[in-house]
């Protein structure tokens, strides 16, 4: 399964802002780019750069390499309404980010993980692609063979006191998530311009 595998940290000093989606850390320690030059040569960045810069936050945070991507934001431009919503929609109704969203991984490679491994059910049946599709109503549980494990009686207690978009519902005693209602822009965890998103791939689509 290809992923990206380096430094994480890196990535998102490079594009200066931190991934909620790669990292546990809050806030970065030194808020400039990597490498030997990276905190005194910040000049004006040109309009291409900023809407790279933008697709990547996206890019990295959900772990989709570029080719997987593009596809996501030519099917958001296929449907109806506005394409950057539809984008987000598509990016975080992912199995993978589900996963994370609902507390049961501290980030989403770690999610995927649980997922390929077989650990998550959806709606009473194993699903180990990442990239599966969460519509609204469906369930989210955990195998129960897993439950009785330690990392998950761990992640479980964590997840109590996760704060989860409001799309997502989750039962601590049952161990199950419910997406009620479908994902929208407002629902990302951090900051980015979408319209620059939409623009960067606007004369490849």
Known sequence: MARYR???IKVCRALGTILPGMTTKSSL???FRPGQHGGSRAGKAS???ERLMEKQKLRFH???LE??????VSEATRQKGATGSNLI???ESRLDNVVWRLGLASTIPAARQLVVHGHILINGSRVDRPSYHVSVNTEITIKKKTLSKSFMQEALENSASRVRPPYLTFDVAEAKG????QPNREDLPFEIDLQKIIEFYSQQL
Do not use: A, H, N
Request: charged content about 30%.
């Open 29 to 31: 320690q030194r808020p």
């Open 67 to 72: 080719k997987k991507f593009k596809r996501y």
């Open 62 to 64: 959900f772990g989709i």
């Open 6 to 8: 380096g430094p994480r």
């Open 178 to 181: 419910v997406m009620t209602t």
């Open 89 to 91: 929609s598509l990016l």
């Open 47 to 49: 309009d291409y750069k």
